[in-house]
């Protein structure tokens, strides 16, 4: 049975009462050891969410328990923040004038100079840093600056790791490198990690949950996969997966009847076939996407895209058969 670690009730952060911001009666449990990704555009309230739950801010209504403790606000103790948890910011708050494993010794107390190095040295082997512990945060790159502040962060036994746009000033060719990561750390060591995020690719690649924030509210919870194939709203299906959203007009002209709302799907869900049921479109552009290319087609006025995984199959101008095989009411 699954370890209830934080419980977030009904909780609200206004900053401007004229104005939607921060967050509106949130509510929500995580358990020990899940990665849980907060994904929203910017300015939907993931970062006050976050700073909320670490006890960065006071929260307006409800309450925030770790343990079933509840968690005080910056106005009730000392030093703001929870004890058993770490926050990695995106400028990554290291001391850049000293060697890295200073950096992430300096956690920890001399009580036992021996353990605090033991300590040290296998955090850095965790997080395959150990061969730069002798060089200045100065000669890191963005993605071992960021291996660095995530050991520093871990180094005390921390319960829940907070990670706030943790890949934002990291290039892609590391992002994957560092999602694969984090997540073998949470494994090998318990760790709860709270992530945030406006891009959803760390979401489906990280995540055991998915929190989908938009101006201020919890629009949808779940498994990365359950909500990307089944969205409630179009916000969802967009941010996760760029989906082709038709109203009922030109939903008609494709030969999509519904009545009311909006017909979505993603461009893999369009298939590229000659069956009973596939129309006739022209390719009005060809996107180059790596191993694949998306087509944008076009019929009756109403464009979609679609997924091509046979590169040059169908070029520019020419004339495809298509089928929505899937799409949802929303």
Request: hydrophobic fraction near 40%; proline fraction near 2%; charged fraction near 25%.
């Amino acid at each position: 049975m699954k370890e209830q670690i934080i419980s977030v009730k009904n909780i609200s952060k206004q900053y401007q009462q004229e104005q939607a911001s921060g967050v509106q009666n949130i509510s929500f449990d995580i358990n020990k050891g899940e990665i849980i990704a907060i994904i929203g555009e910017s300015g939907s309230g993931k970062s006050t969410l976050l700073k909320c739950i670490y006890g960065l801010l006071s929260v307006d209504e409800g309450e925030v328990t770790f343990n079933g403790e509840r968690i005080l606000g910056p106005n009730e103790q000392l030093i703001p923040g929870h004890k058993e948890m770490k926050m990695v910011t995106q400028d990554f708050s290291l001391n850049i004038y000293a060697k890295v494993y200073d950096n992430i010794a300096s956690m920890m107390a001399n009580t036992d100079v021996h353990y605090k190095h033991e300590k040290t040295m296998e955090m850095m082997l965790h997080l395959h840093i150990d061969h730069l512990k002798d060089k200045k945060i100065t000669q890191l790159s963005g993605g071992e600056q960021q291996r660095v502040a995530i050991a520093k962060a871990l180094v005390t036994n921390t319960s829940v790791l907070l990670l706030d746009e943790p890949f934002s000033q990291v290039d892609a060719l590391l992002k994957n490198q560092l999602r694969a990561d984090i997540k073998r750390i949470a494994a090998e060591t318990g760790v709860t990690v709270i992530m945030v995020s406006h891009d959803p690719a760390d979401g489906l690649f990280l995540a055991d949950e998915l929190l989908i924030l938009k101006d201020g509210h919890l629009m949808q919870r779940g498994k990365p996969a359950e909500i990307y194939n089944h969205p409630n709203h179009i916000y969802t299906a967009r941010m996760l997966g760029n989906a082709v959203v038709l109203n009922t007009d030109d939903a008609k002209k494709l030969g999509l009847e519904i009545k009311e709302g909006n017909a979505v799907f993603y461009p893999e869900w369009v298939e590229l076939s000659n069956s009973w049921n596939s129309r006739r479109f022209e390719v009005k552009d060809v996107y180059y996407k790596g191993f694949y290319e998306e087509l944008l087609l076009e019929r009756n006025g109403v464009t979609i895209r679609a997924i091509q995984l046979n590169r040059g199959e169908h070029k520019k101008n020419d004339h495809v058969q298509a089928n929505i095989g899937r799409f949802l009411k929303l």
